[in-house]
């Protein structure tokens, strides 16, 4: 493991790091940014993972019916989920060129949206109906190879806003029909994920309710990221 003794990290960024383990002794950390998959987080003596995770419940009550079992749950959370990047989409629509912009190295709005297409595709098609189709080709998936242009992923390729809307909607429907018809047994049974080298590679062997948490959970915080930067570029514009 790097041990980094008396170091000036002032303003340094980590991203797309695994900080496993990783031990902050005797530091000075003010006006920090933690952002990913955090458990277990001791900060001077206190676990503080539940009371972050009980504020995020709080302000976005939507999670708790992402993690629940109840298929009515699930369609709820969908429908929300849905009717939330719609209202964003409307305040993308009233500063055309917004959609294009990015902060921080982070995608911009289109490619977000974009990325949704493909997670569709790939959790919910394949991994939850079994689909062996091609995905569609405006998706931006992983950075990994070789699935990064693979199975129908056109990289060339540069879609407006509304083709993206357009898409995304008729797979926000094709979802809510599948919720609406689901069942509890349905959900706990193994995804009939097709046995080939199609992205995701690691979700043979879960279960038809955990490839769903996943589309949902990522349809949620894509759209956290969304607003957050929405809202940066437009306090940068006003300054």
Do not use: K
């Not at 005797?26 to 504020?55: C, H, K, S």
């Not at 060129?97 to 190295?105: A, K, Q």
């Not at 949206?113 to 959790?123: A, E, G, N, P, Q």
């Amino acid at each position: 493991m790097t041990r980094y003794v008396d170091e000036d990290l002032h303003g340094a960024e980590f991203r797309e790091c695994d900080l496993t383990g990783a031990r902050l002794v005797g530091v000075v950390m003010q006006d920090a940014v933690i952002d990913g998959l955090v458990t277990n987080l001791v900060v001077n003596g206190v676990e503080v993972t539940e009371y972050v995770e009980a504020e995020l419940d709080r302000r976005h009550p939507v999670r708790v019916l992402i993690r629940s079992e109840d298929p009515a749950d699930l369609r709820e959370a969908s429908r929300q989920l849905h009717a939330g990047w719609a209202a964003t989409v409307e305040r993308i629509r009233r500063t055309p060129g917004i959609e294009r912009l990015s902060v921080n190295d982070e995608w911009s709005a289109v490619q977000t949206m974009r990325h949704l297409v493909f997670v569709h595709d790939s959790w919910f098609r394949r991994c939850c109906l079994g689909s062996t189709e091609l995905f569609t080709p405006m998706g931006l998936g992983t950075t990994v190879e070789p699935y990064r242009g693979a199975h129908g992923l056109d990289l060339s390729l540069d879609p407006v806003l509304d083709e993206i809307v357009r898409v995304r909607e008729a797979q926000a429907a094709e979802l809510e029909g599948w919720l609406d018809e689901v069942t509890a047994v349905q959900l706990a049974a193994r995804a009939p994920v097709p046995d080939d080298d199609v992205w995701p590679p690691y979700a043979r062997g879960r279960s038809v309710r955990q490839c769903l948490g996943t589309v949902l959970n990522e349809t949620f915080q894509h759209h956290g990221f969304c607003v957050r930067d929405l809202d940066l570029i437009e306090a940068q514009g006003a300054e």
